[in-house]
């Protein structure tokens, strides 16, 4: 059973940069889609970014395109999310997760989740 862990978070001032990553174990993720997922306090969780299997295609929310980067390293097992001009609005919990399929956007598509890194931007 893969499991995931996520790192990289920690409290920044606006304009910083973070680089987050999700770390595999227990099994492959080279087949895998993976995603990003947020959750502010008080708010529903919502979608950041996605990738394919291959890494060939992803897909970045429209308000945090140019400033979130997501990516993958089969080899290592690891995905990333690469932030840029972090902003208070970007405070959350920040979550990856494994589709079992090599390709979605779908949080319910998404079988195996991590525990999440916290990410808080001061203004």
């Known amino acids: 059973q893969v499991q995931l862990v996520e790192s990289g978070g920690g409290l920044v001032q606006a304009g910083a940069s973070l680089r987050l990553s999700c770390s595999a174990s227990?099994?492959?993720?080279?087949?895998?889609?993976m995603g990003w997922f947020r959750q502010a306090p008080g708010k529903e969780r919502e979608f950041v970014a996605a990738?394919?299997?291959?890494?060939?295609?992803?897909r970045t929310i429209e308000t945090m395109k140019g400033r979130f980067i997501v990516s993958r390293d089969n080899a290592k097992n690891m995905m990333y999310l690469q932030m840029y001009n972090l902003q208070p609005g970007d405070t959350a919990e920040y979550y990856c997760?494994?589709?079992?399929?090599?390709?979605?956007?779908?949080?319910?598509?998404?079988?195996?989740w991590g525990q999440g890194t916290r990410v808080t931007v001061s203004s």
């Open positions: 997760a494994a589709a079992r399929s090599s390709w979605t956007i779908l949080a319910p598509n998404f079988d195996v």
């Open positions: 227990g099994g492959t993720i080279n087949t895998r889609g």
């Open positions: 990738i394919s299997s291959d890494g060939l295609t992803t």
